[in-house]
């Protein structure tokens, strides 16, 4: 989606995993990652990474001089990164709503909230019905940015 917006070439580097495409970012054997905030957030603290963008629709509470893709021209490359939870479809009424309440007393916990914010992560509870929507929206808006991409499986 950046390469898109921004009109330019921008080559997948495979890592097994973020530390070592962070290690090789820090040490300059790349010139630019793309991470999420919290995995990155101590080491663009710590001076060892620069961030130049955030993807997210405003800017984040923790990197607040870190303008948004939208501010720095390229709207298009908005993306949210999000974490669920999800059970099996059979999963008895009863229980996936006392799942539902004990999360959502969690994420709504002022503590955790804090912590959270600290390494630059809104919680957010969405029902079950908004929850599978939102998935349904992002599984076909990344269907799109693939096929236009001519992005294949290695």
């Not at 099996?88 to 996936?96: D, N, V």
């Not at 006392?98 to 969405?126: D, Q, S």
């Not at 599984?139 to 499986?153: D, H, N, T, Y």
């Amino acid at each position: 989606m950046l390469a898109r917006a921004a009109g330019i070439e921008l080559t997948h580097v495979p890592y097994r995993g973020s530390a070592p495409a962070l290690a090789d970012a820090m040490g300059g054997q790349i010139p630019a990652i793309m991470e999420s905030l919290p995995i990155a957030l101590p080491h663009i603290r710590a001076g060892r990474l620069r961030a130049l963008a955030t993807s997210e629709a405003a800017r984040d509470a923790a990197t607040p001089e870190v303008p948004n893709f939208a501010e720095a021209g390229f709207a298009a490359a908005q993306s949210t990164n999000w974490f669920g939870f999800s059970a099996a479809a059979g999963i008895p009424a009863p229980i996936a709503e006392r799942w539902r309440l004990e999360i959502t007393m969690a994420l709504t916990a002022p503590r955790l909230r804090e912590r959270f914010a600290a390494i630059g992560v809104v919680p957010g509870t969405l029902g079950p019905a908004d929850y599978t929507a939102m998935i349904r929206g992002e599984l076909e808006r990344w269907r799109v940015v693939i096929a236009s991409a001519g992005i294949k499986p290695d």
